[in-house]
Nanobody, 121 residues
Framework: VQLQASGGGLVQAGGSLRLSCAPS????????MGWFRQVPGKERDFVAA????????YYADSVKGRFTISRDSAENTVYLQMNSLKPEDTAVYYC???????????????WGQGTHVTVSS
């Protein structure tokens, strides 16, 4: 499967962005679609995830209440709505797919190419 991520950009603190991720292959209800972010010199950090087959969502504490993950099965797309952005949200954001629940990036076996998000103060 290939994951196509898009929607990054430059935004001022307090602004919003919406990231999109479209898997090219078949996605099963048991799959977990996640978003991670990475800054230079650090490991990829979990941001949010959603079960493809249901509404169950998971968030990192640092983004709870500001970010919302959702999926549109008709559009075959997962979204990450990011509101109240902070400079510390600046990173390369990756979408990924796992066979089951995990917040650890090594458990995800398919990755998108990454999209840059820059939040200016």
């Amino acid at each position: 499967v290939q994951l196509q991520a898009s929607g990054g950009g430059l935004v001022q603190a307090g602004g919003s962005l919406r990231l999109s991720c479209a898997p090219s292959g078949r996605t099963f209800s048991s799959h977990l679609m996640g978003w991670f972010r990475q800054v230079p010199g650090k490991e990829r950090d979990f941001v949010a995830a959603i079960r493809w087959g249901g509404a169950r969502t998971y968030y990192a504490d640092s983004v709870k209440g500001r970010f919302t993950i959702s999926r549109d099965s008709a559009e075959n797309t997962v979204y990450l709505q990011m509101n109240s952005l902070k400079p510390e949200d600046t990173a390369v954001y990756y979408c990924a797919r796992a066979n089951g629940y995990s917040t650890y990036w090594r458990d995800y076996n398919a990755w998108g190419q990454g999209t840059h998000v820059t939040v200016s103060s």
